[in-house]
């Protein structure tokens, strides 16, 4: 039985075979810990890891001394909000993030409201987009973090970073941003934000590893580290280090380096391609978020008057989704597409398409053919 077409590439991508050719030889003859510092073992991993650092750090133009390793993106997120919330504490208690903010990082604001920090859940218009003048508005004396979703994990919808960086550095604010859909995808500079995330296995990396990057401008960003015991990354985060799932992002940031562009350009062809016949085709179709500032091979469609969960089963050739991985089965409407303005029917008459880099142009004409297929049929039972 041969695979669905792999659709799905907002909540994971496959390694690269370069990738893995990489990681190889550090699961069997160079499987030192990098902490050993006394015998050769130690040395090679404790080399590859420093490569590593220095290729994720050239993948967002940073310093490979404020890339901190970590199992991922959640962890790096628990990391930079409850590390810098509970270091900086003293200064105030307010933070402010989005209302279209990955779960990860809306489920730590909620376990930081339980500690007693305030946490302002800014709306964004209806293509997504959130409004600066209304953060400049929203943050206050006692406001220690801002925090904005670089480009969104449902819709792709990418956020005006730039402007917001500057009112969060007028207000002497730290700017956190989850840029994980963002890093290795579209160009993303350290300088554009004080707080980072990074996780390889949404750019051809593997699954279990990730970094926080802490930059170093003003105000001076101190983090509470969150898991405790050996002291590695500087104190940050103990444990030891995941040298082959490091040596796999340094690999996978390096081929970024090198194929960001060419590649956004060929994804944003094909989905294009993809949307454009299915809008012709299926009136009545929309696409949720903007269309003029999103991730190239992100689309996030809605049939009127039809249901995601049950037009998904029906397009079991395709791997899709009806949005983030990290709510699937949870039976909610996206929280990501309610914001947008959405009614629950509209939320959930929606799927997401994620492009990657082993899509090709047959694979999205199949799609198309299929799409158009079985929503004709679904609205044919149901055509109110």
């Not at 690269?16 to 160079?30: G, N």
């Not at 490569?51 to 990391?79: H, K």
């Not at 919330?85 to 730590?108: F, N, P, S, Y």
């Not at 305030?118 to 006692?142: C, F, K, M, W």
């Amino acid at each position: 039985m041969s695979k669905p077409i792999y659709l799905d590439n907002n909540a994971t991508t496959s390694v690269d075979e370069r990738v893995l050719e990489a990681m190889m030889p550090f699961f069997s003859q160079e499987f030192g810990n990098a902490s050993s510092r006394t015998h050769a073992y130690g040395w090679v991993a404790d080399e590859a890891v420093a490569q590593a650092r220095e290729q994720v750090a050239a993948l967002i133009g940073g310093e490979p001394d404020r890339v901190i390793f970590t199992s991922g993106a959640t962890e790096a997120i628990n990391l930079a909000l409850k590390g810098l919330a509970r270091a900086h504490a003293r200064k105030g208690r307010h933070i402010v993030v989005t209302q279209t903010e990955h779960m990860a990082v809306l489920d730590v604001c909620r376990s930081l409201e339980r500690d007693g920090f305030e946490i302002t859940y800014l709306p964004v218009n209806q293509a997504g987009i959130l409004d600066v003048r209304l953060l400049q508005e929203t943050i206050r004396s006692d406001t220690i973090l801002v925090g904005v979703i670089w480009a969104n994990n449902e819709t792709g919808v990418i956020q005006p970073i730039d402007e917001i960086a500057e009112v969060a550095r007028s207000k002497r604010c730290v700017l956190f941003s989850d840029s994980t859909q963002a890093v290795g995808r579209i160009p993303v500079s350290a300088n554009q934000a004080d707080l980072l995330t990074v996780s390889a296995h949404k750019f051809y990396g593997p699954k279990g590893v990730g970094a926080l990057y802490l930059g170093g401008g003003r105000p001076v960003i101190r983090l509470t580290p969150q898991i405790d015991g050996g002291g590695q990354e500087s104190g940050r985060r103990g444990g030891t280090l995941n040298t082959p799932g490091i040596v796999g992002l340094g690999k996978a940031a390096e081929i970024a380096v090198q194929e960001l562009e060419s590649e956004g350009r060929r994804m944003a062809q094909l989905r294009d391609r993809l949307e454009t016949t299915i809008i012709e085709r299926l009136e009545g179709t929309r696409v949720n978020g903007s269309r003029s500032s999103r991730l190239s091979g992100t689309t996030n469609l809605r049939f009127p008057g039809l249901s995601s969960a049950k037009l998904i089963p029906e397009l079991h050739e395709l791997a899709v989704s009806a949005g983030s991985a990290c709510s699937s089965g949870s039976g909610r409407p996206s929280h990501v597409l309610k914001a947008l303005g959405l009614t629950d029917e509209e939320a959930g008459a929606s799927i997401r398409i994620g492009l990657g880099r082993f899509t090709t142009k047959a694979e999205i004409d199949r799609a198309i053919d299929l799409i158009i297929d079985k929503v004709e049929a679904q609205w044919t039972l149901s055509p109110s």
